[in-house]
């Protein structure tokens, strides 16, 4: 059970993301003991690999924090992202066998689609409400709200990996703040297209 909530972890963290978990998981098996991805997932220990992560990193931190940039780039990370999410559940989830049961590891496709519908979910939520968080503060809020998805990104990482637990409760409380966000988001869009009918 404990390695599903790794995956679930790392997947929602991939939806803020998408390099984020990649490269903690990449450097952690490199670097440390703590992660021991499988074989077929070798790729994301090799040197060349993790620099291109490192790179794709800094240009998605960049691009995510300016307005109108930042919603051009969520419409191309709409592949990218549950992409990641799908490969970081698989490769945790089929490294930690602290699962008695064998069904996951038996059926590892399974850990592909949990992962992509994570982060899909994830990312359309981070979608709608960003263009609402540029309108309402003129821009100035880009920012503010990528750096926030940045470090709840890596934490969540970290979390999902060192407290599988804790990450669990982290991510339905993120998923509560969410929901919140999205209909505060459709609350607004509603305000805006009423006032723009009596004008």
Request: proline letters at 4%; a positive charge.
């Given at each position: 059970m404990l390695a599903v909530l790794t995956g679930l972890g790392l997947s929602a963290a991939a939806g803020l993301n998408a390099y984020i978990p990649?490269?903690?998981?990449?450097?952690?098996?490199?670097?440390?003991?703590?992660?021991?991805?499988?074989?077929?997932?070798?790729?994301?220990?090799?040197?060349?690999?993790?620099?291109?992560?490192?790179?794709?990193?800094?240009?998605?931190?960049?691009?995510?924090?300016?307005?109108?940039?930042?919603?051009?780039?969520?419409?191309?990370?709409?592949?990218?992202?549950?992409?990641?999410?799908?490969?970081?559940?698989?490769?945790?989830?089929?490294?930690?066998?602290?699962?008695?049961?064998?069904?996951?590891?038996?059926?590892?496709?399974?850990?592909?689609?949990?992962?992509?519908?994570?982060a899909l979910i994830v990312h359309l939520t981070k979608a709608t409400v960003r263009p609402v968080v540029n309108a309402g503060t003129l821009g100035t809020g880009a920012p503010v709200v990528s750096t926030a998805e940045d470090t709840v990104s890596l934490g969540m990482s970290l979390l999902a990996i060192l407290a599988p637990v804790i990450a669990l409760i982290a991510l339905v409380l993120l998923a509560f703040a969410g929901l919140r966000l999205v209909k505060a988001a459709r609350a607004r869009r509603k305000r805006t297209a009423s006032q723009t009918r009596q004008a």
């Amino acid at each position: 059970m404990l390695a599903v909530l790794t995956g679930l972890g790392l997947s929602a963290a991939a939806g803020l993301n998408a390099y984020i978990p990649l490269l903690v998981v990449g450097l952690l098996d490199r670097y440390t003991d703590v992660v021991r991805l499988p074989a077929e997932f070798g790729w994301l220990t090799n040197g060349w690999v993790l620099s291109a992560i490192a790179v794709l990193l800094i240009a998605e931190v960049v691009l995510d924090k300016v307005p109108i940039v930042d919603t051009a780039n969520d419409a191309v990370q709409t592949f990218v992202r549950p992409a990641a999410g799908g490969a970081v559940f698989a490769a945790t989830d089929a490294a930690q066998q602290v699962d008695s049961s064998t069904f996951m590891h038996d059926n590892p496709w399974i850990g592909w689609v949990l992962g992509i519908v994570v982060a899909l979910i994830v990312h359309l939520t981070k979608a709608t409400v960003r263009p609402v968080v540029n309108a309402g503060t003129l821009g100035t809020g880009a920012p503010v709200v990528s750096t926030a998805e940045d470090t709840v990104s890596l934490g969540m990482s970290l979390l999902a990996i060192l407290a599988p637990v804790i990450a669990l409760i982290a991510l339905v409380l993120l998923a509560f703040a969410g929901l919140r966000l999205v209909k505060a988001a459709r609350a607004r869009r509603k305000r805006t297209a009423s006032q723009t009918r009596q004008a």
